[in-house]
């Protein structure tokens, strides 16, 4: 299994083309915002891609924006991932299996998984992953979901089991319906981190969202004497 430095996983902004749109410019210039205001990670998201030449001019778009400066993963396609020169891919649970990912993507990607119930935590000590997004912990639009959100209790449970599997160090995120109301409170459930879409990307003001964002995250994760 690949070990490597923690992910920062404190404000892990998704860039979802059906909320912020499908130009590739809005998309490369709310980036750079988001990691102007502190985004510490970020994610192209596009469920259903019908143009894959498109989403790959995206991504390239995005991380050239970026200029290295945070790290560029994609959601679910790894063959786009690697085209583009990502930093790596987040894969859901019926998505290509991670030891496959890991083996065409090299030892130095970021490979993130999307983790519903404890079961599914408690698999992570034999997966070739860097970190995992709980979720979905609160009602969301931004995405359809047949499973109801898990809350902060379930969060904490989640959260409890992954350490178990991977250990104190295993950055663990939390997903769906996070905003600046509720982002405090994640975090004292035990998350290391949000992911955020409509609460960053979902209107102007990207940065100074990422900015209000990332110091709530940074202060609660201080109140709980976990800041990485």
């Known amino acids: 299994m690949r070990v490597s430095s923690p992910v920062d996983l ?20 709310m980036a750079a915002e988001a990691a102007a205001g502190g985004c510490t990670l970020l994610q192209y998201r596009e469920k259903d891609i019908a143009d894959a030449r498109a989403a790959l001019e995206r991504i390239r778009a995005i991380r050239a924006a970026l200029g290295g400066r945070v790290p560029l993963l994609v959601n679910d396609r790894v063959d786009l991932a690697l085209a583009a020169g990502a930093e790596g891919v987040h894969l859901g649970q019926s998505d290509m299996h991670p030891a496959d990912a890991r083996g065409l993507l090299g030892a130095s990607a970021i490979i993130g998984l999307t ?13 070739p992953v ?53 982002a405090a409170a994640v975090i ?41």
């Open 10 to 29: 404190r404000l892990y902004g998704l860039l979802d083309v059906g909320v912020c749109g499908g130009d590739g410019g809005r998309l490369a210039r």
């Open 188 to 228: 004292a459930a035990g998350a290391d981190g949000i992911a955020v879409i409509s609460a960053l990307f979902g209107a102007e003001a990207v940065e100074g969202r990422a900015r209000d964002l990332r110091a709530r995250v940074d202060a609660a994760l201080a109140e709980r004497g976990g800041a990485r």
């Open 130 to 182: 860097d970190y995992a997004c709980i979720g979905g912990v609160f009602a969301t639009g931004s995405k359809t979901n047949p499973d109801p959100p898990v809350g902060l209790d379930g969060l904490a449970r989640i959260v409890f089991r992954g350490r178990l599997a991977r250990g104190a160090d295993f950055p663990l995120g939390a997903i769906a319906g996070i905003d600046s109301s509720n």
């Open 115 to 127: 983790l519903k119930n404890a079961a599914q935590a408690d698999e992570l000590y034999r997966l």
